[in-house]
């Protein structure tokens, strides 16, 4: 069976969201931050990165989001999350979380996780101060070129929406102006009312 | 025809390889930074986020490096550059290339991108210090645990290849010590004597 390791409130939701619509057999198992168990001996083996997620497979552990998000479409093909068989359309689905995961995840990872690139107090204020204004850019060039409407790809819904759904939670806490972006905010409407997505959400409520 | 816009030295040169070493018939445009080409208005349509590479098929155009080199795989599959029919095999060179474009070039970038994420020269300055360690941590992580070698994914070479030669051009300019990490320097040694890999530099810099 497979396993999830996450923390709530992280990227890890949304393999976990990709897992549950999937329909998939899985586990999760907590990683709790405040406790720094990420970067325990015992976790560093599992993902010697100090990161969530991680899946646990029969064949052995996967980390990346867009790599496991990939992995769930492929591996429970009936739930038809991902165009498999159009080489250029499931490009668009990876070129979409892969701006997720190197450009917006990063820019919002400058609030909290400045000590990753420099030392100084003054710098990791400076680019706490930047991010509302890095984050409302990335999501303003996803509202106005990339959401399609109703879900990221179209009419189908793929393993896009969850990613898109994860990071558009951070939004109010990064202090991005919602009005600016109706389509995001719709969508995440949308999301939080997929029977998938209120499970999940709740399962993480409840491990807090 | 395929058409890849690029700049020389930049993450580009993992999909001008892929696209070389798949047999692919494709054309090249060179985009040129020191005139700031890539936020001109022509070059925003193509991509707007302001950044190369850029991939024009005749489905439309791709962007994002993770996502180009699954399609070339996926696009071409007698060149073999992906585990195509192995949903783990392929997560796996999915998850390595996710790793070098949400943590190895954003550590890399923090040497001459700073003002993406702060507007302080004292932010800047600390920022690049910082860079020979982050880049270093990334690359000696790469070196323990995911480079299999002769190849990243082992025996067969992939799309993980050109991706990691491409990074690991830039570690003499961010000031990483080779020396501490063999396998990869044996591994850019045996990539810059692949003919594809002699063919697509030599392009590069009869172009520049």
Known sequence: MLKLYYAPAT???????????AGAAYATELIDFKKNQQNSPEYLKINPKGRVPSLITDRGILTETPAM???????????????????FAFAQVQSFNSYLCSTVHVAHAHKMRGPRWATEETSFADMKRMVPKTVAACFALIERDMLKGPWVMGEVYTICDPYLFTLAQWLEGDSVDLSALPKVAAHRKRMAE?????EVLGQERAAA
């Open 194 to 198: 997929r029977p998938a997505v209120r």
């Open 11 to 21: 990227c890890a939701l949304a393999s976990h969201i990709a897992l549950q619509e």
């Open 69 to 87: 998000l990939a992995f769930i479409a492929q591996s429970f093909p009936k739930a038809r999350l991902a165009p498999l068989d159009d080489a």
